[in-house]
């Protein structure tokens, strides 16, 4: 895995999640925010952590913005300071910007000065909330951009038969990539391949056509 630099702004609660977990997966994390005790609180947990006001493109370009692979905009509710390190980050180069938005309008608005990704930590942990509510054979989700996800499906009695049989490529043109049974996983399995209750199956496709097997799955 490659070490990845990154610049955190912003240590509420989100920003802080980031911060320490991208520094205990090995990377180097350079966290700041307008106030010390936010700072003092992640010290000892990332690489860096230092009092800067982000909003301030000269304060950024001081610590060298540009210069890290990714920087992580997590300011909260503060809406013009998120817009204006977002735009910091941005005109001094960064290459890779990811941006919390607090609304569908500040959502926009970050992705029209630049943001490479916004996200929308609470809106989109419900949807994923509702989704495994609605159907709780799915079990995970990994989203790969591009509209591309893999899924990590429970096998249901609709699911049963070799995969032949349930031709779930021409039906909803995805693909199963691995099946889990048991604790042995199966990588590229064959048509011949029978599916049981409770097995575990990974699945890639477009939202859309997992979407299509969300709904046959939780009828």
Known sequence: MKTKQCLVIGLGRFGTAVATTLYEMGHEVV??????ENVERVMNLVTHAAVVDASDERALRAIGAS?????????GTDVQANILATMNAKSLG???VVTKAIDEMARRVL???GADLVIRPEHDMGVRLARQIATPNIVDTLDLGGD?????????????????DLNL???????????SRG??????????????PHDKL???GTAHNLDDLRRYLGE
């Open 31 to 36: 966290a700041i925010d307008q106030h010390e």
């Open 67 to 75: 210069d890290f692979d990714v920087v992580v905009v997590a300011i």
């Open 94 to 96: 960064a290459p890779y």
């Open 111 to 113: 992705e029209r000065i």
């Open 148 to 164: 591309y996800a893999i899924v990590e499906i429970e096998a249901n009695e609709r699911l049963r038969g070799t995969l032949r």
């Open 169 to 179: 490529t021409g039906r909803f043109n995805v693909q199963i990539i691995a099946i």
């Open 183 to 196: 604790g042995k996983v199966e990588v590229t399995p064959r048509a011949e391949d029978d599916l049981r």
């Open 202 to 204: 990974v699945v890639i």
